[in-house]
């Protein structure tokens, strides 16, 4: 695990010239990931809420979760009231930029219902899997063990014919959600507006429905960091997991020129 330096107060989260703005992925980024129902619905551990109000306070508020998860579920373990960050759920779908604003989204795809409708079929004899129709996507979990290639290849190809629906392949999960509407436009959406607004964007993930976040930042002159072995070598620096996430962007709110540097990024 990385060691953190002194602080140093002289320092501000200014990187090629423009200040930083951060963009995190929640399950297997922030937090350990665990299989659907093994995460439950509290608050997250004060430590992490203690990161993420410092993270506040030294990026000036640009800061974001960035979450496959529904906004229902990210609301309960990020209270707002403890923890007023902006945060999207559902892969892009939905967002919020601040307290006062409500809830945004787009509209859920009318397709997603046939592939729903066509999974159950499919999946009706199947064991040891959880089929969840969300607001915005439709998800295949494995429970117990991955499913065999045969199974997969049947699920994969069960949108082919929609148009509206992209398959996404996930850590224990096949998600389909709408085409289009991905992390990294929920990046691009929030780098409208203040206070991301001209921010070099910093986007930390650790799945392939990250690489979105990945690409959106890039684009703009940003970096991508990448969190455990999955996606290890395609972003600018790579993480182990959580705990380094943590010690990272800790070091990240107190001196990000030494953090930058981490990854060989000039500051």
Do not use: Y
């Amino acid at each position: 695990m990385m060691d953190i330096p002194v602080p140093n107060s002289s320092s501000s989260p200014i990187c090629a010239g423009r200040k930083l703005a951060v963009f995190s992925d929640f399950d297997g980024t922030l937090i350990e990931f665990r299989p659907i129902g093994m995460v439950a619905l509290a608050p997250v551990d004060q430590e992490l809420q203690d990161l993420l109000t410092l993270l506040l306070r030294a990026m000036e508020g640009a800061v974001a979760v960035v979450s496959g998860r529904e906004m229902s579920s990210l609301v309960r373990l990020l209270p707002p009231e403890r923890i007023p960050l902006p945060i999207s759920g559902s892969h892009g779908a939905e967002w919020r930029l601040s307290l006062n604003q409500a809830i945004q989204c787009i509209p859920r795809a009318v397709a997603l219902d046939e592939v729903h409708l066509r999974l159950r079929q499919r999946l009706e004899h199947v064991e040891n899997v959880f089929l969840e129709n969300k607001d915005f996507s439709v998800a295949v979990h494995d429970l117990k063990a991955p499913l065999n290639q045969p199974i997969l290849n049947s699920l994969r190809s069960i949108a082919q014919d929609l148009p509206e629906v992209a398959t996404l392949d996930a850590q224990g999960v096949i998600e389909f959600r709408m085409r289009g509407v991905t992390k990294g436009t929920a990046v691009q959406e929030m780098m409208r507006h203040a206070p991301f607004t001209d921010r070099r964007p910093i986007f930390l993930g650790d799945d392939t429905t990250d690489l979105d976040g990945f690409a959106a930042c890039r684009a703009m002159g940003g970096l991508a960091v990448s969190v455990g072995a999955k996606l290890k070598g395609r972003g600018d620096l790579d993480l182990a997991g959580p705990d380094e996430v943590r010690t990272w962007l800790r070091l990240l709110a107190h001196d990000p020129a030494q953090a930058l540097a981490t990854a060989s990024i000039e500051a």
